[in-house]
């Protein structure tokens, strides 16, 4: 379930491969079937959906109330990994994953809709495929912001979008230990957490101002880390993550 703030719906639901909307009234509409995942976005009241099909195409739904449906041509079979974000600017960013031959890795689409849907274009090769390898966020610094677990060694890595001139940027090594579950939060500052699996489990963050923070531990590294979530009480972000026989809450920075 993705719960929206919108006037006439209160989320959006993958049920057993349907793909549901509800109503503030409670009230459900299928919008399509035989769906792996879905994204789901809200630009000034219009919502957008990409609804990822074991196919080489997905659909997108657009409306506030009827929906248009388009199809979104993927140019491979749908490997994983599908979502959807908006940025600050009107614009949604769509990502997935389609396999890369030989072996498991994958490669790493991304895709741009205003008005209609741009050619997709591949960030990068050779990408750890679980679909909690990377992670991606707009901030208010007016760029996009990803960073994805490497195939081979799952090193940490970093790039940026500029969207005046619709390119990636070169990958920059966050972390050269093999790493998963990264996390972006756009707070007033940037934040990236994700886990270093050395002798224990370690959760690690750093945070961007005018440039990226040394990487800093959060949790003690004692026990393994593990259930990591993140938590908006007011205007505090926490993190919280479990160790051991102990669960653990910390306040941003």
Known sequence: MIRIRHPRFSGV??????????????????????????????QDGLIRIVAFLDKDYAWFFCGEDDFQTERVELGQLYGGGG???????????LF???????????????QTYTDKWSVWQTVSTNVFSEPSSFS??????????????????????????NLE????????TFSEERSNHPQFISAEKLYLFWQEDLRQV?????????NWSQA?????????????????LGTQWSVLWGEGEKFFEAPFD
């Open 13 to 42: 639901e993958l049920r057993n491969g349907s793909l549901v909307i509800h109503s503030m009234q409670g009230q459900t509409r299928v919008l399509q079937e035989n769906v792996k995942d879905a994204g789901v976005t809200v």
């Open 83 to 93: 979502r959807l974000i908006n940025d600050g600017q009107g614009n949604s960013h």
């Open 96 to 110: 997935w994953f389609v396999k890369q031959s030989p072996g498991s890795s994958s490669l790493l689409r991304h």
């Open 136 to 161: 991606v966020a707009w901030h208010n610094d007016h760029y996009l912001h990803l960073v994805y677990c490497g195939h081979k060694d799952q090193h940490l890595l970093y790039r940026v979008y």
């Open 165 to 172: 001139h619709r390119v990636w940027s070169g990958a920059v």
């Open 202 to 210: 370690r959760l690690k963050v750093r945070h961007k101002e005018q």
């Open 216 to 232: 800093a531990l959060v949790s003690t590294g004692e026990h393994h880390a593990s259930n990591v979530g993140y938590a908006l």
